[in-house]
């Protein structure tokens, strides 16, 4: 199996802000991320452009819909 690393993306896709991503931080998956036991409505998840979908954790508070991308 290839050795798989997270995308150092650190930054928030809707404001811009630390996503505060452990994974991307730190370079390997051994650690969660703090979005894998979160509920983030779909409303929030749709307001993500397109060529940006899946490749950035969003802040905590983008997440609950009170970022300023949202």
Known sequence: MPD???APELHCPLCGGANAC???SSGTFSSDCWCMKAAIPESVLA???ADKRG???LCPRCAQGSGSGT
Do not use: E, G, M, V
Request: with cysteine.
């Open 22 to 24: 452990l994974p991307a």
């Open 55 to 57: 490749k950035a954790c």
């Open 4 to 6: 798989i690393k997270p």
């Open 47 to 49: 307001q993500i452009p």
